[in-house]
């Protein structure tokens, strides 16, 4: 049996408790919307494996502990460490022992990018064996395909990828993006990040999905430049990467960025304009893809 733990904590001390709260007894932390499901909901915009920039004014912090923990020690200790004068308000839940493991696994399911493409959790079976179907662990949230800006990419890949075309994929968080390349029939397909199990995660989701794809820590400078480009990442590093992405791209390549909000579409064209021209090429929910070619 598990407790859950539901604790109400405005912005400016959820995050410090969370992390209190882990130090403790705590088997799984979480911080959600206390307005959730009311006209006061408030949605947050990131990309899997991004913190979003603000948590909400009314949050609450979820915290699950084994049945046996002592409950006032360790909510006590977090309320001290997080700098509070008492234990916030809390309710307590007892959890039925379950799987959890097919509890989780049952919150994704494949997921359709196009007719041509499906992206599809490794316990489940593909729903059109005839597509390309890419195979995922979404392990460490580094990204599972829900989001807008991986289908606005891998939209993008399956229109501009010709047979033997050099890829790299900047940032390539669960390798998604990569693997949709190699498995389209590019020929060397390069992923690259800063954070170590990413690179990980690339590597195994590459080996599940049969293709190969080279990884690199994103430190290292690449020795070649590739027929198609492609960055999901965020607005401000893919500003202030501007100069080291477009670098990556051969001469008459093509790139492709998302990652970016409508409104600051224009922040990055204007950001690539002294090296490449860039056009909104599709748009989803709120979100876009920047598109073009680089010039000879």
Same mark, same amino acid.
């Given at each position: 049996m598990l407790l859950q733990v539901t604790l109400q904590a405005d912005a400016s001390v959820a995050e410090a408790l969370s992390e209190a709260l882990m130090d403790t007894d705590a088997v799984s932390v979480s911080i959600e919307d206390a307005d959730a499901g009311t006209d006061k909901e408030v949605a947050q915009f990131g990309e899997p494996g991004h913190v979003a920039q603000a948590l909400w004014h009314h949050s609450r912090v979820v915290a699950l502990f084994d049945g046996d923990a002592d409950l006032a020690t360790s909510l006590?200790?977090?309320?001290?460490?997080?700098?509070?004068?008492?234990?916030?308000?809390?309710?307590?839940?007892?959890?039925?022992?379950?799987?959890?493991?097919?509890?989780?696994?049952? !919150?994704?399911?494949?997921?359709?990018?196009?007719?041509?493409?499906?992206?599809?959790?490794?316990?489940?079976?593909?729903?059109?064996?005839?597509?390309? $179907?890419?195979?995922?662990?979404?392990?460490?949230?580094?990204?599972?395909?829900?989001?807008?800006?991986?289908?606005?990419?891998?939209?993008?890949?399956?229109? $501009?990828?010709?047979?033997?075309a050099s890829v790299l994929d900047y940032g390539c968080g669960s390798g998604i993006l990569a693997?949709?390349?190699?498995?389209?029939?590019?020929?060397?397909?390069?992923?690259?990040?800063?954070?170590?199990?990413?690179?990980?995660?690339?590597?195994? $989701?590459? !080996?599940? $999905?049969?293709?190969?794809v080279e990884v690199q820590h994103s430190g290292v400078p690449l020795a070649d430049r590739y027929d198609r480009v492609v960055a999901n990442i965020l607005t401000n590093p893919l500003c202030v990467l501007a100069p080291a992405i477009v670098a990556c791209v051969a001469e008459g390549g093509r790139l492709a960025l998302s990652g970016v909000l409508e409104v600051q579409a224009d922040q990055v064209i204007e950001a690539y304009r002294p090296y490449i021209d860039l056009e909104v090429g599709a748009s989803e929910d709120g979100w876009v893809r920047l598109q073009g070619q680089a010039r000879c």
């Open positions: 006590a200790s977090a309320a001290h460490a997080a700098g509070l004068d008492a234990v916030p308000p809390f309710t307590v839940e007892e959890v039925a022992d379950q799987d959890w493991v097919r509890l989780t696994q049952s !919150q994704f399911e494949p997921i359709r990018v196009t007719e041509r493409m499906w992206i599809v959790p490794s316990w489940h079976d593909a729903p059109d064996p005839a597509a390309i $179907n890419l195979e995922l662990d979404p392990g460490l949230a580094f990204g599972t395909g829900s989001h807008p800006t991986t289908r606005l990419c891998l939209q993008w890949l399956l229109d $501009n990828v010709p047979r033997d693997i949709a390349a190699a498995k389209l029939g590019a020929g060397k397909v390069v992923g690259i990040d800063i954070d170590e199990r990413a690179l990980e995660a690339t590597q195994d $989701n590459a !080996q599940r $999905n049969g293709v190969t």
